[in-house]
């Protein structure tokens, strides 16, 4: 796997390596060896396909050799519906002590306000020092700049708005926090006071291995619908939700261990959820090492197994005809040869065809 360094998982060099490729489609011939040495990816396309046959010869005799001790899977010729069959798994219990440890933390802390817990992490991590750019004059007392951030980030991340923020009990105006918003908050200096609350000054490093289990290096990306008024410039009409069709799409990018974010973009209805995913495992800068990446079925493609297999890291998907999929054969012969799975089994691949397909 590609070491992370502090600027992400693939390091500066590897992500300029990828997008110059992803961009121009080829390499030049003058760099091709580095280019293809930081992605870890071999320059002969016969030691390429070599690697994958290897690896599919050898899961594919890991399934046959495990398939009579896996009662929820099974492969038989079927007229109609395919030959893999599934079975649902039973649903975990709830473990005994949560529904104690929920009614002793209530009585104790309560609810929480939203503005609080921003106070709070605002203060320990001093996050809120990244959306003052380098060499600028801020023009005010830090205090001040503090508060004023504070309130402008409630309001435009609770949705209440500004305006309605600014009638509040404090002294400042809306055309204070009108000013901040405008001068101060910015994408880049957003996306940095988040890696600045996930880096090695907090979440990550605070966060109690005793609790919440070792660091993971898996993730999972999926999308969540927003409603939104009408007259929101990004509100977008989908049908795919029933009760508010009109609002926004925001792509996450969650590790599994303890739902903490390590990236989040905007997505309009119609965009590719591949390229939200591969540009989220590429961009995000916090100190995570990203080696597995579960999606659903939305982000089943070709080109994003392609892609995730370039940038090494596995794609894990969710296939929603998975009875009806077929295996295909590293090879010809005997060697080659699964007998369990053969109801499931389809031609061998063809390492030549994908030898000389260029992009």
Not at 3 to 31: K, M, W
Not at 336 to 342: G, T
């Amino acid at each position: 796997m590609v070491a992370a360094t502090q600027a992400g998982l693939f390091g500066p060099q590897i992500v300029a390596a990828t997008d110059n490729t992803l961009r121009d489609g080829i390499i030049e011939s003058e760099t091709e060896p580095e280019n293809y040495a930081r992605l870890r990816k071999p320059l002969q396309a016969k030691l390429f396909t070599a690697e994958l046959l290897e690896e599919m010869d050898a899961e594919l005799s890991l399934l046959h050799d495990a398939l009579p001790s896996l009662p929820w899977l099974e492969i038989v010729e079927r007229k109609k519906g395919g030959a893999i069959v599934l079975s649902p798994l039973d649903p975990l219990p709830e473990p005994r002590s949560l529904r104690k440890l929920k009614a002793a933390v209530r009585p104790r802390w309560g609810v929480v306000p939203l503005l609080d817990m921003l106070t709070e992490t605002a203060l320990r991590t001093g996050c809120l020092d990244a959306l003052i750019p380098a060499g600028t004059r801020l023009g005010m007392d830090p205090t001040e700049f503090f508060e004023r951030m504070l309130l402008v980030i409630y309001a435009l991340g609770a949705g209440a708005g500004i305006r309605s923020v600014a009638a509040g009990e404090h002294p400042y105006s809306e055309e204070d926090l009108r000013y901040c918003r405008r001068w101060f908050l910015s994408v880049p200096g957003a996306r940095q006071v988040a890696n600045t609350i996930a880096n090695a000054n907090a979440t990550f490093a605070a966060r109690q291995s005793a609790l919440w289990g070792e660091g993971t290096t898996a993730v999972a990306s999926d999308s969540t619908h927003f409603s939104a008024y009408d007259q929101n410039i990004f509100t977008e009409y989908h049908s795919r939700y029933k009760r508010a069709k009109r609002g926004v799409l925001i792509y996450w990018t969650v590790e599994t261990a303890g739902a903490m974010a390590i990236y989040s973009q905007h997505l309009a209805c119609s965009a590719s959820e591949v390229h939200a995913m591969v540009e989220e495992a590429m961009q995000h800068e916090t100190n995570m090492n990203v080696e597995t990446n579960h999606v659903d079925s939305h982000v089943t493609s070709l080109i994003g197994f392609g892609i995730t297999r370039l940038l090494n890291f596995d794609l894990v998907a969710r296939f929603k005809q998975i009875n009806v999929m077929k295996l295909y054969l590293p090879g010809r012969g005997d060697r080659f040869a699964y007998p369990l799975l053969r109801p499931a089994l389809t031609r061998p691949i063809r390492p030549d065809t994908s030898r000389t397909t260029t992009i």
